[in-house]
């Protein structure tokens, strides 16, 4: 039960922000190399794969990776199908909002706006336009 090189095609990279082991990776104590493979034993030596630490400190932070996953995970099944479908669509309603429209022209001075009723309204060629009353404008005379 030697080393034959083979593990090395199977070598793993350390995953960011999570664990070997939670990540899915084995140990192989023989070749001393953590590899991605799906079997219980080595496909180079032949010896068993470890698929937990050995350490107290690394075993209590997996155990608490995987309660938080299967917290996790069961919070997603029990959402109904009808919360999902809702979410779906408020995600294609938002797509449709960000989409150009046309812009129309003003009936009175043939710009091209997209909010046309509120310019209308206010538009300075528009006879029945709404006059806003405009602040008395007073002058202060200051001594030199």
């Known amino acids: 039960m030697t080393c034959k090189g083979i593990c090395v095609r199977y070598k793993a990279q350390k995953p ?8 899915g990776q084995r140990r192989c104590q023989i070749c001393e190399i953590f ?13 068993r794969l470890r ?7 690394y ?7 995987v309660e938080a996953d299967s917290i996790e995970a069961k ?8 919360e999902i479908a809702e979410i779906k669509t408020k995600a294609k309603t938002t797509k449709t909002k960000t989409t150009k429209t046309k812009k129309t022209p003003c009936q009175y001075c043939e710009k091209l706006l997209l909010n046309i ?3 209308e309204k206010r538009c300075k060629k528009n006879p029945n336009a709404e006059v806003k ?5 007073e002058s202060i005379a200051i001594k030199a």
């Open 75 to 82: 919070a997603i099944s029990e959402i109904p199908e009808i």
């Open 117 to 119: 009723e509120k310019h």
């Open 51 to 57: 698929t937990k630490p050995r350490n107290l400190k």
């Open 133 to 137: 009353a405009s602040p008395k404008t």
């Open 35 to 47: 590899i991605k493979w799906e079997g219980l034993w080595c496909p180079c030596c032949g010896y």
């Open 16 to 23: 960011v922000g999570t664990g070997r082991y939670a990540s």
């Open 59 to 65: 075993k209590a932070k997996l155990r608490a990776r």
